[in-house]
């Protein structure tokens, strides 16, 4: 069961001499308990997206469903009540000053008008599964960047949501830190079962939290599905518009006279000697170049470059084709 879908989403941002069509004919489902990672570069309309889920922004047109109900179309008090279903977690935290850690997970329940028992019972255990137990009668002044973060995702977790909307949950943070907050998201995603969307430019969010990545590109949604498929198809894409490391996204050129292939590896096979099986098979020499094996949230994911020679490279190529993901065979000579 998808808990958003979003059909043909229109965003125009009007300036005094000129429009700018921040969001150009977005359609994607998620379902219920993915964890979906909003990808792209500054402007190419990541926020603006997130900011439509919950209509803080709202769009020219299409349509926005969440657990079937269409909202864009609602009125300001009844959206006002969808709102109470849907956690979001701001890039800058956005934590009261004034007030203790206590009273800022509070917060939302006393808009709400809840009782202050179910308040005080909601806070304390929504505190424990963040590791603020001993955090509740600071003030934020005093927290650690870390801190204030899971802070704010109390905050948003505390009314129970449907839906969990992260934006740039990593943001400057130290990377010890970084890794915490993402395996508390982890955690609390598998836990609650719980639709998280999370804007990023961080490929170490996309590669540990993702179900599905998103890339989005000048407004356009260019990619939509499993990580995987995401960096084996558009690896050579990412590593051009962020201006990655060639050895990060797989991107080699061959330094002498050989054909150069890309060998993707996902789950098991990532771990099998498959590349040495088959090249003693058809009798192909087989060079290593580069190469990189890591955890995806749902498995191992590799890619190697590899330069081949041989009178079988044909046959080898076949073969290798349907033992692991993905060959992609970068040049003849």
């Not at 079937?68 to 935290?93: A, D, P, Y």
């Not at 603020?132 to 505390?158: F, H, N, W």
Request: charged fraction near 25%; include cysteine; charge should be positive.
């Amino acid at each position: 069961m998808s808990t958003v879908e979003v059909r043909n989403l229109e965003l125009t941002f009007y300036d005094k001499n000129r429009t700018n069509r921040v969001l150009r004919d977005i359609s994607f489902n998620v379902d219920q308990g993915e964890i979906v990672s909003l990808l792209g570069l500054s402007g190419a309309g990541k926020t603006s997206l997130l900011r439509t889920l919950n209509l803080l922004q709202r769009p020219d047109s299409g349509q926005i469903r969440i657990n079937g109900h269409e909202i864009t179309n609602l009125s300001q008090k009844e959206i006002q009540e969808m709102r109470k279903r849907i956690g979001v977690v701001f890039q800058h935290f956005n934590l009261f000053r004034n007030k203790t850690v206590y009273d800022n997970i509070a917060f939302p329940l006393g808009l709400q008008k809840v009782s202050r028992k179910r308040i005080e019972e909601k806070v304390r255990k929504t505190a424990g599964e963040m590791n603020l137990t001993d955090k509740l009668t600071a003030y934020p002044s005093t927290l650690s960047g870390g801190e204030k973060q899971r802070v704010a995702i109390a905050r948003a977790m505390i009314v129970d949501p449907d839906l969990l909307l992260l934006d740039e949950p990593t943001s400057a943070l130290d990377p010890i830190t970084k890794l915490r907050i993402l395996n508390t998201v982890n955690a609390l995603n598998q836990k609650h079962h719980m639709t998280i969307i999370t804007v990023t430019h961080d490929m170490d969010v996309v590669k540990t939290l993702s179900d599905k990545v998103a890339y989005l590109k000048k407004g356009l949604l260019t990619f939509f599905g499993a990580p995987q498929d995401f960096f084996a198809g558009m690896g050579h894409e990412i590593s051009l518009d962020f201006d990655l490391p060639e050895a990060e996204t797989g991107i080699i050129r061959a330094k002498n006279d050989a054909q150069l292939i890309t060998v993707y590896f996902w789950g098991e096979k990532a771990s099998q000697p498959v590349l040495w099986n088959l090249s003693r098979l058809h009798d192909v020499q087989l060079n290593i170049i580069s190469g990189n094996i890591e955890n995806l949230k749902h498995g191992k994911y590799g890619h190697l470059e590899c330069e081949i020679r041989g009178n079988s490279t044909a046959d080898f190529i076949t073969d290798l084709k349907r033992e692991v993901f993905k060959v992609e065979v970068r040049r003849d000579v």
